[in-house]
């Protein structure tokens, strides 16, 4: 059913600030106008990474790291929830997997 999928990818780079950025999102048109059962599970699974993520982003939270680690597991359970991976994967596994 998807007719097109238009990936619009955004970043920015400012090594003397510390600043990196990136922002991709996908838009897909579907022929009926509107997500399918399979889209709409994936698309509010990463919504709710998205907003627990941003949770942490406050002054004094944890660092760019411990957030791109928190992500990674967040996916990776989501993921998990989806029956995409293997819900008995270890939280190293799990990690890797949400690398990909």
Do not use: W
């Amino acid at each position: 059913m998807v007719k097109s999928v238009n990936r619009i990818s955004a970043g920015s780079c400012r090594p003397c600030l510390h600043v990196f950025g990136d922002v991709v999102e996908c838009i897909i048109l579907l022929h009926v106008g509107r997500f399918s059962r399979h889209q709409r599970e994936i698309y509010e699974a990463l919504l709710e990474v998205q907003d627990a993520c941003m949770q942490f982003v406050y002054p004094g939270s944890l660092t760019l790291n411990d957030i791109y680690n928190e992500m990674l597991m967040l996916l990776g359970r989501q993921l998990q929830r989806l029956g995409v991976v293997p819900k008995e994967l270890s939280s190293t596994d799990l990690q890797k997997v949400s690398m990909v």
